[in-house]
């Protein structure tokens, strides 16, 4: 079965680098997303991504935040300067049409 | 707005009990739909089950069944004779097809502890 896949599985980073989480979506995929999980909390939506631009983001996804599409078939979101408040774990999404996704398994940021 | 609400911050069952994670939901869209999710120690989504707002058949995969009411705008997913495997977080999620975007608002997550 086709999956998305998220690397690395667990970055460390200290507080004002900036980070790249990569994703792959799967290949016939049209919609793409970022999601974020604080530990402990609720999945939030963070950014929706079509046709090479931002269809949609969240309050969360400031100017600190970007999302690109590099190739075919990297997609990926970049954080600036991060922030002790930056730690979560990050969801990569896609989906072939305006339904269902598919998660990866999700990249756990921690910033120290 | 959207809004998915999972009352039930965690349970604790015995191994072989039955149990129920709520899920009730706010939308004015008339075409949406509602997700369940398990989310293991590991970390990633598991994804459960999908139901559009046109299909209230309820559903049942195993030991899983899903009790969908749309005149209480509840999506109540039930685990029948539970396993200490079934332990995770449950998550239920939203998503409306008329949003600017195809996102998820998701609930809070019960917290679902099974003991041997």
């Known amino acids: 079965e086709p999956e998305v896949t998220q690397t690395p599985s667990h970055q460390v980073t200290q507080m004002g680098q900036e980070v790249i989480l990569r994703c792959v979506p799967i290949s016939n995929h049209l919609y793409f997303y970022w999601y974020r999980q604080i530990l402990g909390q609720k999945v939030e939506f963070l950014v929706s991504f079509y046709n090479n631009e931002i269809s949609e983001k969240s309050e969360i996804f400031d100017d600190q935040f970007s999302v690109e599409r590099p190739d075919g078939s990297n997609f990926t979101l970049k954080i600036r300067s991060t922030k002790l408040e930056d730690s979560a774990m990050y969801f990569c999404?896609?989906?072939?049409?305006?339904?269902?996704?598919?998660f990866g398994s999700g990249t756990r940021l921690t910033v120290v | 707005a959207q809004k998915v609400t999972q009352a039930q911050t965690e349970i604790s069952v015995v191994e072989k009990e039955d149990v129920t994670l709520d899920c009730v939901y706010e939308t004015r869209d008339t075409t949406y739909y509602l997700f369940w999710y398990k989310q293991p120690p590991s970390g990633e989504l598991v994804f459960l089950i999908r139901?559009?707002?046109?299909?209230?058949q309820n559903e049942i995969s195993g030991r899983y069944s899903w009790n969908f009411q749309k005149s209480t705008s509840s999506f109540n997913f039930t685990i029948t004779a539970s396993q200490v495997v079934d332990s995770a977080v449950y998550f239920c999620?939203?998503?409306?097809?008329?949003?600017?975007?195809?996102?998820?608002?998701f609930g809070t997550g019960t917290r679902l502890k099974v003991l041997a």
């Open positions: 139901r559009n707002s046109f299909d209230e």
């Open positions: 999404a896609s989906s072939a049409d305006r339904g269902g996704y598919t």
């Open positions: 999620a939203l998503s409306e097809l008329t949003s600017g975007t195809y996102k998820y608002i």
